[in-house]
């Protein structure tokens, strides 16, 4: 019975290692490095923030798929209407996937690993070159989900939190200096301004791809109960969330207390690279390479392995290893166009799904408050999806002087990304008095 408990235990933490090294991409390592030099004095304050949106959001995805019993991302959306459970997870799939997600693994993990050691001349062919290794491992490891477990929660995720500890343990114990003073919007709202930045890494997104790895990974350990299924998902959630949180702030820090030695970097990516240059010389840059690439590489398997699987059941015709194929082929081929024309692609699209996320994720967890009535969700994402639609153009297109004042008076905090919450608020009131109106008459 201990002997079973304790193998139990141990598979648990493999599962939540697992799930953190899924969410954990470079882009993870960069955004919080940058954040720390600009907030300065407040850096703390300004991680708070980050944390929420950065380790909270992804933690209340994961949980939502597990607390309202979905299949998958497409089965929660369908609360909405069936197509739109069709469009909007197809969307989801293939914007954190093939189309911009996927491809940034191997681009970022090039321009930090491999850039700096090769000349301005060499970096087209080295790309190349490099994409087709990362991805024909990539290719390798997602052939076999049903090893994602053993070959990412206990071997990979091990490797890479030793290597980030070395790196960034080691800066936070010897800062380079004292704090010094915040940047921009961090002196003003710290706290808000670290929300938004969290929003960067993107895994509130992914957050409603990954669960449904976390979920096959605890029934694979037995659990059939729907209330234990529940428990043993948040679990895995929560050490996943706490890997994140306690990584995120020891990167905070360090980069916080770098200004004094390197001074205001351009982003986050220098940040890293001239840290580890100070402290370890040439073997800090080779360090880094290797936290990179493994922390791209977990990323770049999850996304694979989730998108062919679900478009897998969405087509069966068509086998799981064929989209594996596909997906990776497609993510090689966009990795070359570099990582400026993959953003530009693809913000307009992200701007579109991130507040359509958070709606989704938090109408999950009142379904019991309205009884799942369709009004209410139709209502609440139609209005949200205006908002986003506005965003994606602004992104795409940008609006003129004069209707950007217009919107921005019309809209609570559209100017700073969050004009989606009051017409999500509306939508949502609205159609609650509309539910309860068809009750009545009923």
Known sequence: MNSSTGNQKASLWAVGLMLFALFFGAGNLIFPAFLGQQAGENWFSAMLGFLLTGAGLPLLGVIAIGYSSSRDVQALASRVTPWYGIAFASALYLAIGPLFATPRTATVSFEIGVAPFIGESDKTIGLALFSVFFFAVAFWLSLSPGKLVDRIGKILTPVLLLTITVLVGYAAFNPMGALMPE????????????????????????????????????????????????????????????????VYLLIGYMGATSVAGLGLQENGANVLSKTAQHYFGTGGNILLSVIVFLACLST????????????????????????????????MGLANKGLAGIISFSIPVLMLLYPLTIVLILLAFLDKFFSGSRIVYVCTMFFTLIVGVLDAYKAAFGFGEETAAAINKTLPWYDIGLGWIVPALVGFVLGCILNAALKKRG
């Not at 770049?300 to 989730?306: D, M, N, R």
Request: with cysteine; aromatic share 8%; proline share 2%.
């Open 183 to 246: 940047q921009g919007d961090f002196a003003v709202s710290p706290l808000a301004k670290g929300i938004l930045e969290g929003y960067g890494t993107m895994d509130a997104l992914a957050s409603l791809v990954f669960a449904i790895i976390v979920i096959d990974a605890v029934r694979a350990m037995g659990v059939d109960n729907r209330d234990e299924l529940l428990r043993t998902t948040t679990i895995a959630g929560v050490v996943a969330a706490s890997c994140l949180a306690v």
């Open 300 to 331: 770049a398997v999850g996304l694979i392995t989730s998108c062919s699987e679900y478009f897998n059941r969405l087509c069966p015709g068509i086998s799981y290893k064929a989209f594996v194929v596909i997906f990776t082929l497609v993510s």
